[in-house]
């Protein structure tokens, strides 16, 4: 039997769906660790660890079909588990199941908008990895970043002393809502439309945004301008 398919298709129905097949994992590799580490033969054929979304799991052989319905788990994980120490073998097996369960979801969402899919990451990232309950370690806080060396898009730059100085505005990449904030800026040299995945640099004076390549600034080189002055505006000055 292959992997269970709901068809989920909003974020509540796939995280549902996620939730249900993460149940079924946490039950194999906790309630049911004995009956699971008997059921993984190395003597058997390749093997997978399947968990369904109405929270049952059961051990496998890999669908037949191909390519099959959903992405297939791990396969073969029954032949590791004489060679490694037994709690080491259950944390490989949890960390392939996390990978699969986010696998399984991204096939689902792909049909979801940028918004919908970063709403079905955050639930799913609420929740403790199967490998973190399996090994009993506790969810890291997320650290407040503090890149020194960084400039941001207010255009200010901490230094290692503690001291603000003026810098250039740099457009950094980021996965944020960087797309809507910036996605009717347009290039003060050619025009084209912001996008995050390329180097932009702000004019100190007059504030508008060039890609770099437009304007030949490399984000190295913006690192050490304390004023970025646009071509514009150095002509300005020049008249003046």
Not at 95 to 120: I, M, P, Q, T
Not at 126 to 142: A, I, Q, Y
Not at 181 to 194: A, F, I, K, Q, R
Not at 212 to 226: D, H, L, N, Q
């Amino acid at each position: 039997m292959a992997a269970e398919s709901s068809n989920p298709r909003t974020v509540e129905e796939i995280f549902k769906d996620f939730s249900g097949r993460r149940s079924g994992f946490l039950k194999a590799l906790s309630v049911d660790v004995d009956k699971f580490y008997s059921l993984c033969d190395p003597e058997m054929e390749n093997l997978c660890l399947y968990g369904h979304p109405n929270g049952t799991w059961e051990v496998n052989l890999p669908a037949e079909e191909v390519p099959p319905e959903l992405p297939e788990p791990a396969l073969g994980i029954n032949f590791a588990r004489d060679g490694m120490q037994r709690k080491d073998w259950l944390s490989l097996v949890a960390v392939h199941s996390d990978c699969w369960l986010l696998s399984v979801s991204s096939y689902f969402g792909a049909r979801l908008n940028r918004s919908e899919r970063k709403r079905l990451f955050s639930l799913i990232n609420d929740l403790p990895t199967l490998f973190e309950v399996v090994t009993g370690r506790k969810p890291t806080k997320d650290k407040p970043s503090l890149d020194l060396g960084s400039k941001s898009k207010n255009g200010v730059k901490r230094s290692i002393e503690g001291q603000t100085k003026s810098t250039p505005k740099l457009m950094e990449e980021s996965y944020e809502d960087e797309d809507d904030e910036h996605g009717d800026t347009l290039c003060g040299s050619c025009g084209g439309n912001y996008t995050n995945d390329e180097f932009w640099i702000c004019c100190d004076v007059c504030e508008r945004w060039y890609h770099g390549k437009c304007v030949k600034i490399t984000p190295t080189k913006a690192e050490s301008i304390k004023q970025y002055k646009c071509p514009a505006c150095c002509t300005k000055k020049g008249r003046q």
